[in-house]
């Protein structure tokens, strides 16, 4: 099992929609998840970060987090054609260190 | 401000030169990362230097050595690289992860690398 786990994509859904991406990871110990936005050619901008179970909300963008699950998400809200991107989840692998791992990322395209 | 700034932003190296990464950031942040990816990849961990020193090293090979000569400052210098080391080198930095301290790790804009 990999340690951060994405559905690879490509996402597409409709302008205005919402966009649901996922991501599990495997080590029980990870207590810092992030989701990171990647451009083409660009560098990873983190757009959000959780640490406890439950939901956390900024703007159009919610990250849930499920520790006994071993599973975060990320949904984007009325979803616009410039949030076309791949979304990184990020896990601070290993609860003790920096140990920084990134998913594979998931592709989302969102159709005007 | 949560800028991480890398220089230079291209660089093209021959197999036999010796060149260096550069990377720094002022936000007080005492965890830096160094980061490669390649096209259509994720960024994958190399090495993670905590209050300078190394802490983690991901069995990068030795032809990449980093350095952190003080917190604001991380070098990534390059010795007989091979073609298949092109890629995006990204740094990164954060807080030292505690209980009581937030780890977002802030990205520099990378040094798109080729070796040839």
């Known amino acids: 099992q990999k340690e951060v786990e994405q559905n690879s994509g490509p996402l597409s859904v409709p302008e205005g929609a919402i966009a649901s991406l996922n991501c599990t990871y495997s080590d029980r110990g990870s207590q810092s998840f992030f989701w990171y936005r990647q451009y083409s050619g660009k560098s990873p901008e983190l757009i959000m970060f959780i640490y406890s179970n439950g939901d956390k909300e900024d703007g159009r963008f919610t990250a849930q987090l499920n520790k006994a699950s071993q599973y975060v998400s990320l949904l984007i809200r009325d979803s616009q054609p410039s949030d076309s991107a791949t979304y990184l989840c990020?896990?601070?692998?290993?609860?003790?260190?920096?140990?920084?791992?990134f998913g594979t990322g998931t592709l989302l395209a969102v159709q005007p | 401000d949560t800028e991480v700034t890398q220089t230079p932003k291209h660089l093209v190296m021959g197999m036999t030169n010796k060149k260096s990464l550069k990377c720094e950031q002022h936000?007080?942040?005492?965890?830096m990362y160094w980061y490669k990816q390649k096209a259509k990849k994720p960024p994958e961990l190399m090495f993670v230097y905590s209050y300078e020193k190394l802490s983690i090293n991901e069995s990068v090979p030795s032809r990449f050595s980093p350095e952190c000569p003080n917190s604001s400052l991380l070098n990534l210098h390059l010795h007989a690289l091979q073609p298949e080391d092109s890629a995006l080198y990204l740094c990164a930095s954060s807080q030292v992860r505690s209980r009581s301290m937030n780890t977002e790790a802030f990205f520099g804009q990378g040094t798109r690398l080729t070796v040839v």
């Open positions: 990020a896990v601070d692998y290993g609860g003790a260190t920096n140990k920084l791992i």
């Open positions: 936000m007080g942040h005492r965890a």
